[in-house]
């Protein structure tokens, strides 16, 4: 009986220890994502993206960019891999920003702040999506990526045309993100940046 009794023991365990290792490694798991998420110190990689529908009943909290691209844009990509990609950059975007990725090509219809915005084939030789020309409106070379920028309140600020590496980006997140377009011309507060960060003009 005893041996019975051991043999079946036995046969148990390889059991038991996959359980128990199950269990180790989801609160393992569990352990570290609320670590890293109650981490002051935990700096997000990359820019956490939403949409136009998402923020329509989030007006007035924060600030929006919108990267205007497109899927045969090199730049976008390029802009995307490194710029949103930084570290400091996607802490800065996701305190201060709602970050939008919008297609100007895009087919779908778009409905927001009560207004409808399409495809429109005419616009330019490939068509163009009216949200991205109604955004890009004021720029006399159009072309992507293009970053506009919108107050809390959605109203469009700017809209800045190019690609732009994390350390250009920087000045110019900082510029509309703390109100600075208000008050100071764009040069004197690049230099006052700058100058202040100990870093050279690009």
């Not at 009794?5 to 569990?30: D, Q």
């Not at 329509?56 to 990609?85: D, H, Q, S």
């Not at 996607?90 to 399409?118: C, V």
């Not at 919108?150 to 703390?178: C, R, S, T, W």
Request: proline fraction near 4%; include cysteine; charge should be positive.
């Amino acid at each position: 009986m005893l041996e019975i009794n051991k043999k079946r023991t036995n046969r148990k365990l390889p059991s038991v220890m996959r359980n128990i290792s199950y269990i180790g490694l989801i609160l393992a798991l569990v352990t570290i994502t609320f670590t890293a998420c109650d981490n002051p110190l935990f700096v997000p990689k990359t820019v956490k993206w939403t949409s136009f529908e998402k923020i329509e009943a989030k007006k007035g909290k924060k600030m929006v960019m919108i990267e205007l691209y497109t899927p045969w844009c090199g730049w976008c990509k390029r802009m995307e891999k490194n710029t949103f990609n930084d570290p400091n950059i996607a802490q800065y975007m996701n305190k201060n920003f709602h970050n939008i990725k919008f297609n100007a090509e895009s087919r779908d219809l778009l409905s927001f702040q009560g207004t409808d915005y399409k495809f429109n084939p005419k616009m330019t030789t490939r068509g163009r999506h009216e949200m991205a020309s109604m955004l890009m409106k004021d720029i006399s070379k159009q072309g992507y990526p293009t970053i506009a920028f919108l107050d809390e309140d959605y109203n469009l600020i700017q809209a800045v045309p190019g690609y732009k590496n994390a350390k250009e980006f920087e000045v110019i997140v900082h510029y509309f993100a703390e109100k600075h377009y208000k008050t100071k011309k764009w040069e004197d507060f690049v230099k006052q940046f700058n100058d202040e960060k100990g870093m050279s003009p690009s």
